[in-house]
Nanobody, 119 residues
């Protein structure tokens, strides 16, 4: 059974930084991509960043390039999202997810962690 557990969210002032963590367990040898997504009320969940579980190639939402960095530690089954220069519009619930195939849907999700950026 795949389980994803996010942590690291909280309240931060605009311009500050946060580092989110996602601990993965179950079928980790089969992961293809892990991603961070976010959702705000009334909006669809949107991709923030994704990383290939094996080779580490990354992709980001265009609007977030340069401020957010995704990384992984396969030995610990962890994925991280470093968020810098945070803005109030970054306020959202952040989720990590896992996909098992290239271009495939994300099949499992964590419970989410709230990030609130105050102005």
């Amino acid at each position: 059974q795949v389980q994803l557990v996010e942590s690291g969210g909280g309240l931060v002032q605009a311009g500050g930084s946060l580092r989110l963590s996602c601990k993965a367990s179950g079928r980790t040898s089969s992961y293809y991509t892990m991603g961070w997504f976010r959702r705000t009320p009334g909006k669809e969940r949107e991709l923030v960043a994704a990383i290939n579980w094996s080779v580490g190639t990354t992709n980001y939402a265009d609007s977030l390039k340069g401020r957010f960095t995704i990384s992984k530690d396969n030995a610990k089954n962890m994925v991280y999202l470093q968020m810098n220069s945070l803005k109030p519009e970054d306020t959202a619930v952040y989720y990590c997810g896992v996909a098992f195939f290239r271009g495939g849907a994300y099949d499992y999700w964590g419970q989410g962690t709230q990030v609130t950026v105050s102005s």
